[in-house]
């Protein structure tokens, strides 16, 4: 199953990132795959404030820190692996634990490590288009992720921002 959508400013992107944080259930794991620029952060900034009311501008790239969990009911894993060497890397930060256990983690750059990512994921690739609007394709595995894009398509398909 694949969606695709675009969006035409900052807001558009945030918006869509919180329609999918409405969405998401425990046990999601979101791929997020784009250069730099893209738009990774500013789509989990929406995915951070509709999951868990986290103000976006409190949400920035954990790029040093590789990972930021943002608290809730339900605790958002916001990981950036861009500086990671490998998927060796990924013991050390106890990843499998995050991404197997409760909350919903959300990495950027999943390509680097797509080979440790769970067999049922959800992923999302980003492009910067030549107009500057944001092409975004969605794709999943397993029925938990089929069932949580089902939900995003019925909000984002209407395509009314705000
Ligand atoms: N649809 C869009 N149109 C124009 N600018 C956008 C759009 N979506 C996001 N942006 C902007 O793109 C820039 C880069 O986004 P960011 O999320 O930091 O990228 P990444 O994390 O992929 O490196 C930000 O300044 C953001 O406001
Ligand atoms: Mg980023």
């Keep these: 199953m694949e969606f695709s959508f675009t969006t035409k400013s900052h807001e558009e992107t945030v918006c869509a990132g919180k329609r999918l944080g409405k ?4 046990g999601c794991v979101v791929g997020l795959i784009g250069d730099l620029g893209a738009g ?9 404030n509709g999951l ?22 339900v605790p ?34 999943a390509d680097k490590i797509i ?22 394709k969605c794709s999943v595995k397993g029925e938990k992720h089929e069932a949580v894009l089902d939900k995003f398509i019925k909000r984002q398909g209407e395509l009314i921002y705000g």
């Design 23 to 26: 969405v998401v259930e425990t």
């Design 40 to 48: 990774k952060t500013c789509f989990v900034k929406g995915v951070a």
């Design 52 to 73: 868990n009311d986290v103000p976006v501008t409190e949400v920035t790239s954990p790029t040093f820190t590789i990972l930021q969990a943002y608290e809730g009911d």
């Design 76 to 109: 958002l894993y916001h990981f950036d692996v861009y500086r990671l060497e490998g998927v060796n890397d990924l013991g050390d930060i106890g990843f499998d634990d995050y991404v197997y256990g409760q909350g919903v983690s959300v990495i950027e750059w």
């Design 115 to 136: 080979e440790a990512l769970p067999e049922e994921r959800m992923l999302i690739e980003i492009k910067l288009k030549a107009d500057g609007n944001r092409y975004f």
